[in-house]
C-alpha cells in the first residue's frame, strides 16, 4: 500500500510539474463544469438542441473570456459580458434576413473585438464574447422568433459560469501562487535528477548530448515557472513587500540552480577548460567539443565526484520534502551539512573545478533557506550549524534591507499601443471579408468556418511569419480532427447523450491544450464540430470535409491580410524584439555595476524581470524562424545560435543583479568604485548593438574587443590588486562572460569587432564559470557558407535581417 501511495504521489509531482499552478486542469474544469450545470438546467426545461448548442458555446465563451488574476475582476468583467452577449445575439437574429447587412454588421463586429484588445483582459474579453455569440447565433440560423428563447438561453449560461467561477471552482489568487510554488520545487528537484545523471560517477566518455539536453529543458522549464510566479505575486500576496522578497529568493534559487549546473558541467569534464558550458546549457545542440576523450579522473576527483553524486541526491530530498519534514532533526542535519560547503576549510581535497561544484551546491542549499523562511517554512532549529546561523543572519539582514527600501511607483503606462491594435482590427476586418465572400462561394451555409479560422490566426500573433505556423498548425489539427470525427460520428449513431459527454471531453481537452499546442486545440475543436452535427442531423462526411477547405480558406485570408495590410514582417518584429532585449540587457548590467560600485540601492529584480519578459517575447517571434519545417535552414541555425548567446547573456545579467542586492549586507562581497569603469566597453558594445538594430541597420558599428575585465579592474586602480574588501572573483566571472557573449553577436548579426589584442597574462584572468566561447572559426556561419571568416561587407545590407527573416 506504501508503494501504491508513494507511485501516486510521484505521478501527481510529475503532473504538478507539467501545469504548474494547475491553471490548465482549473480553467478547464471550470469551462467544463459551467457547460455541464448549464445543460443540466437547460434540459430540465426541456430546451431544443439548437438551444442546448447556443447554450454550451455561450458559456465556454464566457468562460475564456475570463483572464484576470483576481474574482473580483473576473466577475465585472462576467457582469459586463452579459449585455454584451445579449446584444450581439439579438443583432445577430434581427439581420439573419438580411444576407448582405450581416455579412458587414460581422466584419464591423470583428473589428471592434479585435480593436477593444487595447484596453487589456477585460477588452480582450468582451470583444470574444461577441464575437462568438454573434457567431453561434449564425450557426443555428437563429431568426427573431427565437431571440427570446435565446435571451434566456444566454442568461442561464452566464449565471452557471458564475455559479462554478465563484462558488464551486473557486480558484483564488493566493491558492494559485502557493501551487505554483510547489511547482516551483517540483521542476527544482527534476533539474537536480538532470545533475545527478551529470555526475553519475566513472565517466570515461565526454558528456552526452542526450544529457545537456535533458538538463537544458529541466532548467527551462524551472525559468518558465519562476516567470510565472513572478507574474502573479503581486495579486497573490498579501503586500508588496512580501511579493518582492517572495520574488527574490524564486529569483536566486533560480539562478543558483542554474549556475550549479555549468559549475558541474565543468567539473565533470577533465581537462574541458577551453569549452564554454554557459552556452552550453542554453543552447543543447553546441555542445563543446575538447577534441579528447574525457580521460579518468584522478583518484580524489573521482571520490569528490563520488560524493557530489551523493549530496546532489540529499539536495533534491531537501527540495522534495513537505513543510512538516523540514523541521525534523534528520532535516537540519543535512541542511547543516551542504550549507557547510560554503566555507572552503569544508570543502574536499580536489580540483579547483570540482570544489567550485561543492561551492555552489552550497549556496543553492543557502537559497532554499531563504525561500524557505520567505514561504514561512522553515522555522528556527536550535541544530543550526555555525554555517546555518550565518546564513541565517544574512539572509534576515537582506531582508530587513529590502523591506526598509523606498518602492518605486511603478513604471509609466506603455505608450503606442493603439497602433498595434489598431493594425490587427483592420487586418482581421479585411481576412474576414475575404473568408466571408470565399467562404459563400464554398459554401452559403458554412462560409462562417472560413471567418472563424480567419480569426483565430490572429489571436496573440504580431508578425505576418505567426499568422502562418498557426494557420498550418490550425490547418494540421483540423484534418486530424475530421479523421477522428467521422470515427466518433459512428460511434455516437443517434444517441444524443453520448454525443454530449463526447462534446464535454473535447472541451475540457480544447482548453486543457490550448497553451501547449494549438494543433491539439483545433483537433478537439473540430472532433466537437463533428459531435454538435450529429446532435443536430446535420452530419456526413462531406460536411467535415468542407471543414477542411473552409479551414484552409480561412488561413489563407488571413495571411493574405497580414501581408498586403499594415505588414510587420518577421524580420521587423524580430529586430524591435531584439533591440528591447539588448536595452533591458543594458539596463541590468549598468544599474547592477552602479551598485556594486557603490551607489544607492535600486529595484534591480524588477530590471532583471523586465528582461526576462522582452527575451520570451522575442523567443516567440523568432519562432517562425526555429520551426522544423522553416525551409531556411542556414537562418535557423542562426536564430537558435543567437537565442542561445542572449540567454547566456541574461542568465549573467540575473547573476550580476541577485549579486549586487547582496551589497552591503553581504560579509563576502563589497562594494568597489573601479567597476563602472573597467566595464565601460561592455555597456558601449550594448548600446552599439541596439542602436544598430533599432536604427534600421543602415551604418555597422564595430565593435570594441580587449583585455579582459580583471586585467581593467586592476589598471582602474592603477596596477594595484583587489583588496580584501573589493568586489569578488564571482562578478569578475559574470562580466568577462557576459563581454564574451555581447562580442560573440557581432558575427551572426554581420557586424566587426575590433583586432585590439587582448592581454591575458598568466594569473590575471578569473577562474571561469563557463569558459570563453569557442573560437570564431567554429562558430556557426550565418549564411551556411562553411566559410570560417567570410567577408561581412557582403552581407544583406541589413544584418540583423540574418537572425530574422
Avoid at 537540519?332 to 572552503?344: C, E, I, K, Q, T
Amino acid at each position: 500500500m506504501g508503494r501504491v501511495r508513494q507511485a501516486g504521489a510521484d505521478l501527481w509531482d510529475r503532473f504538478v510539474a507539467a501545469d504548474p499552478g494547475l491553471i490548465r486542469l482549473l480553467a478547464a474544469a471550470n469551462t467544463v463544469g459551467a457547460i455541464v450545470c448549464t445543460l443540466a438546467v437547460l434540459a430540465a426545461l426541456h430546451t431544443a438542441v439548437p438551444l442546448l448548442v447556443v447554450g454550451a458555446v455561450t458559456t465556454m465563451a464566457s468562460s475564456f473570456a475570463l483572464t484576470e488574476p483576481r474574482l473580483r475582476d473576473q466577475a465585472v468583467t462576467l457582469a459586463f459580458g452579459l449585455p454584451t452577449a445579449l446584444s450581439s445575439v439579438a443583432l445577430a437574429s434581427v439581420l439573419s434576413r438580411y444576407r448582405a447587412a450581416a455579412d458587414l454588421t460581422f466584419v464591423l463586429l470583428i473589428f471592434g473585438a479585435v480593436y477593444v484588445r487595447r484596453f487589456g483582459p477585460r477588452g480582450t474579453g468582451l470583444g470574444l464574447i461577441a464575437f462568438q455569440l454573434f457567431f453561434v447565433a449564425q450557426f443555428v440560423q437563429a431568426g427573431p422568433a427565437m431571440l427570446p428563447q435565446l435571451c434566456g438561453v444566454v442568461a442561464v449560461s452566464f449565471a452557471s459560469s458564475a455559479l462554478v467561477r465563484f462558488g464551486i471552482v473557486r480558484a483564488t489568487p493566493e491558492r494559485t501562487l502557493g501551487r505554483l510554488q510547489q511547482a516551483f520545487r517540483v521542476r527544482l528537484g527534476r533539474v537536480l535528477a538532470s545533475l545527478t545523471e551529470v555526475a553519475a560517477p566513472d565517466r570515461r566518455q565526454p558528456l552526452a548530448d542526450r544529457t545537456v539536453t535533458d538538463l537544458h529543458r529541466a532548467t527551462a522549464r524551472l525559468h518558465e515557472c519562476a516567470l510565472m510566479i513572478q507574474s502573479r505575486l503581486e495579486s497573490g500576496t498579501a503586500s508588496a513587500a512580501t511579493a518582492t522578497l517572495v520574488q527574490r529568493r524564486v529569483a536566486e534559487a533560480e539562478i543558483a540552480a542554474e549556475r550549479l549546473g555549468i559549475l558541474l558541467m565543468r567539473a565533470v569534464e577533465q581537462g574541458g577548460d577551453i569549452a564554454d558550458y554557459t552556452l552550453t546549457l542554453h543552447l543543447p545542440g553546441h555542445l563543446p567539443n575538447t577534441g579528447t576523450v574525457t580521460p579518468a579522473a584522478e583518484e580524489p576527483d573521482a571520490a569528490a565526484l563520488r560524493k557530489l553524486e551523493r549530496e546532489l541526491r540529499a539536495l533534491g530530498l531537501l527540495v522534495g520534502g513537505t513543510a512538516a519534514a523540514r523541521r525534523g532533526t534528520g532535516y537540519a542535519v543535512v541542511r547543516n551539512r551542504l550549507l557547510g560547503y560554503r566555507d572552503d576549510r569544508r570543502l574536499p581535497d580536489a580540483s579547483p573545478a570540482v570544489q567550485e561544484a561543492f561551492r555552489a551546491v552550497g549556496e543553492l542549499a543557502r537559497a532554499l533557506l531563504g525561500l524557505y523562511l520567505a514561504l514561512d517554512e522553515e522555522a528556527d532549529s536550535t541544530d543550526d550549524s555555525p554555517e546555518t546561523q550565518r546564513s541565517r543572519e544574512e539572509l534576515e539582514a537582506e531582508d530587513v534591507s529590502l523591506s526598509s527600501a523606498e518602492q518605486e511607483s511603478g513604471a509609466a503606462p506603455a505608450t503606442g499601443l493603439a497602433r498595434p491594435s489598431t493594425r490587427t482590427a483592420c487586418q482581421v476586418a479585411v481576412g474576414s471579408a475575404l473568408a466571408i465572400l470565399g467562404g459563400e462561394l464554398l459554401s452559403p451555409q458554412r462560409w462562417y468556418w472560413a471567418v472563424l479560422t480567419c480569426w483565430v490566426v490572429f489571436v496573440n500573433t504580431a508578425s505576418t511569419g505567426e499568422v502562418m505556423i498557426k494557420g498550418s498548425r490550425r490547418l494540421v489539427g483540423t484534418v486530424v480532427g475530421v479523421v477522428a470525427g467521422l470515427g466518433l460520428a459512428t460511434l455516437v449513431g443517434g444517441d444524443p447523450w453520448l454525443a454530449f459527454v463526447l462534446v464535454i471531453v473535447c472541451i475540457f481537452g480544447m482548453s486543457f491544450t490550448a497553451p501547449l499546442s494549438y494543433t491539439l486545440m483545433s483537433f478537439f475543436i473540430t472532433m466537437m464540430l463533428g459531435l454538435l452535427y450529429t446532435l443536430l442531423h446535420t452530419f456526413s462526411p462531406a460536411v467535415l470535409v468542407l471543414r477542411i477547405e473552409e479551414t484552409a480558406l480561412g488561413a489563407t485570408c488571413g495571411l493574405i491580410a497580414a501581408v498586403l495590410v499594415l505588414p510587420i514582417g518577421t524580420g521587423r518584429r524580430t529586430d524591435e524584439q531584439l533591440g528591447q532585449v539588448l536595452q533591458r540587457l543594458r539596463e541590468v548590467l549598468a544599474q547592477s555595476v552602479a551598485q556594486l560600485s557603490g551607489a544607492p540601492a535600486a529595484d534591480l529584480l524588477d530590471r532583471a524581470r523586465d528582461l526576462d519578459t522582452a527575451l520570451d517575447g522575442l523567443r516567440r517571434s523568432v519562432k517562425p524562424l526555429t520551426h522544423p519545417v522553416s525551409p531556411l535552414r542556414a537562418r535557423r541555425r542562426n536564430a537558435r545560435y543567437v537565442m542561445g548567446l542572449l540567454e547566456t547573456c541574461a542568465y549573467h545579467g540575473r547573476s550580476l543583479a541577485a549579486t549586487a542586492e547582496l551589497v552591503p549586507e553581504s560579509l563576502r562581497i563589497g562594494a568597489d568604485p573601479r567597476l563602472a569603469r573597467a566595464t565601460g566597453r561592455v555597456d558601449r558594445n550594448l548600446r552599439l548593438l541596439a542602436g544598430y538594430i533599432t536604427g534600421g541597420g543602415e551604418e555597422r558599428p564595430v565593435l570594441e574587443s580587449g583585455p579582459n575585465v580583471a586585467v581593467l579592474l586592476r589598471d582602474a586602480a592603477g596596477g594595484s590588486e583587489a583588496g580584501a574588501g573589493s568586489v569578488s572573483l564571482r562578478v569578475l566571472r559574470h562580466l568577462q562572460r557576459l563581454d564574451e557573449a555581447v562580442l560573440g553577436l557581432a558575427r551572426p548579426l554581420g557586424l566587426r569587432t575590433t583586432d585590439t589584442d587582448r592581454p591575458d597574462p598568466e594569473g590575471e584572468r578569473p577562474d571561469r564559470e563557463g569558459d570563453r566561447p569557442e573560437s570564431e572559426g567554429d562558430r556557426p556561419d550565418p549564411e551556411g557558407s562553411g566559410r570560417k571568416s567570410p567577408d561581412r561587407d557582403r552581407r544583406d545590407p541589413k544584418g540583423s535581417s540574418t537572425a530574422a527573416e
